[in-house]
Every structure is written in structure tokens, then in C-alpha cells.
């Protein structure tokens, strides 16, 4: 069955900094891996996907198969970055549904 | 973006009794709908995959003789917890399935079973 690590809990970085969530997975076909984010009392929500390659609010994701690693990576971190923040991975068939990691919450302090 | 809702957005009710709870897309049709739960500070937990028109399926552990899923139709779903006790007290999330590995969430539901 497929897995999803996001190896910490908690990150903690300051304003203008560079910030890196982790997130590395288990499947032995290929997935497609999303991040999704919650802020403060409002519902999850798409960051960005791997397939798209764009970058959201910064951020961006690169997948790497031979690492099988999603890492989320923005340069420098802003005050409203401060969220949870969850790796998920889908591997199509099964009408698509979502395998999410623990999330790590990240507070950008100013 | 898509909208998904959910109602009642929490709920209190007495152990033995049943609780329904909506999801609706508000602006697009799903034919596939999803029910998480979510325990205080953990991760989504995906309960079961609910198509309109068929029967749900649910993930393993999962009791599907307590948690009745629903999807009458191309934009509502409902999950019943039958017979609720204190330990279903949790929060229920649900999402709609946009495009291929894409969903939108709903706010969540809060149950406290006494």
C-alpha cells in the first residue's frame, strides 16, 4: 500500500528565510503528488500538484522518483506561509482518492 | 474556485442517537465524493469513497453499518453516524472530487457525542 512521511511536525523559521518541507512517499508505480495547505481556521486547499510544475505563492515542489521525495520549497518565507501544510499522493484507479501524510506545521515568525 | 459545503458545521448530540451529516458542491457536479475524519492535531484519515449512484467503499477498519454514506446525487452527500458514542466524537471532513486527483474541501463538520 502506498505511504506518505512528512518526517516533521513542526518547522519553525524566520521571516525572508528559506523554508523546506519534506515529504517522501511509498508507492511502486507512479503516483501523482499534491501539496495541500490549511491556515488558520479555513479548509484545506491545493498548493500545487507535480504534474502543473508551476509555482504557487513561491512555492514550488519538484518530484523526485529516484528519492521518491515531493519536497516543498520556497526561498524566502513570508509571515502568511505560517500554516499546515500536507503531502498527499494519488495513484489514479480508485477513483483518484488521496493518501495524506501527517502535515507539518510551519510558523514564520517575523 | 470550487465550493464545497457542509452542514450542520457542528453538531452536539446523545450517545445512542444518529447524525446526519451534507456535503454539497455548491458549483460543479462530483461524482465522486470523499469522507475524511480528522482527529485533534493528526491527519486526514480517509474513511470511504462515496459515487453517486452506487455504494460507497469504504477503507479498511472502517464499519460501514455505522457510517452510512449516501450520494443520492451529482452534488450531495451524506454521511449518517448511527448509533453515536462519545469515541465518534471527532471532526468529519468531506471533499469533492473536481478533476483527476484534484479535490476541494469542504469546512468540516464537528461531532461531540455525550
Known amino acids: 500500500a502506498q505511504r506518505v512521511t512528512q518526517p516533521e511536525k513542526l518547522l519553525s523559521v524566520f521571516k525572508g528565510a528559506p523554508v523546506e518541507l519534506k515529504c517522501n512517499y511509498s508507492?511502486?508505480?507512479?503516483?501523482?503528488l499534491f501539496w495541500y495547505v490549511q491556515y488558520s481556521r479555513q479548509r484545506l486547499q491545493l498548493l500545487l500538484r507535480?504534474?502543473s510544475r508551476e509555482s504557487i505563492k513561491g512555492f514550488t515542489a519538484d518530484l523526485n522518483k529516484g528519492e521518491t521525495s515531493f519536497h516543498l520549497k520556497k526561498p524566502f518565507a513570508q509571515e502568511e506561509d505560517s500554516a499546515m501544510y500536507y503531502c498527499?499522493?494519488?495513484?489514479?484507479?480508485?477513483?483518484?482518492?488521496?493518501?495524506f501524510g501527517k502535515g507539518t506545521l510551519l510558523t514564520v515568525n517575523p | 474556485g470550487a465550493v464545497v459545503s457542509q452542514h450542520p458545521s457542528w453538531v452536539i448530540c446523545k450517545s445512542g442517537t444518529s447524525v446526519k451529516i451534507e456535503c454539497r458542491s455548491l458549483?460543479?457536479?462530483?461524482?465522486?465524493m470523499f469522507w475524511y475524519r480528522q482527529f485533534p492535531k493528526q491527519s486526514l484519515m480517509l474513511m470511504a469513497t462515496?459515487?453517486?449512484?452506487?455504494?460507497?467503499?469504504?477503507e479498511q477498519g472502517v464499519e460501514k453499518d455505522k457510517f452510512l454514506i449516501n450520494h443520492a446525487s451529482l452534488t450531495l452527500s451524506t454521511l449518517t453516524v448511527t448509533s453515536a458514542h462519545p469515541e465518534d466524537s471527532s471532526f468529519y471532513i468531506c471533499?469533492?472530487?473536481?478533476?483527476?486527483?484534484?479535490?476541494?474541501f469542504g469546512p468540516g463538520t464537528r461531532l461531540t457525542v455525550l
Open positions: 498527499a499522493l494519488s495513484v489514479g484507479g480508485s477513483n483518484y482518492k488521496l493518501t
Open positions: 507535480h504534474i
Open positions: 462515496s459515487n453517486e449512484g452506487s455504494k460507497a467503499t469504504y
Open positions: 458549483d460543479f457536479q462530483a461524482t465522486t
Open positions: 508507492y511502486s508505480g507512479s503516483p501523482e
Open positions: 471533499s469533492a472530487r473536481y478533476s483527476p486527483g484534484e479535490q476541494f
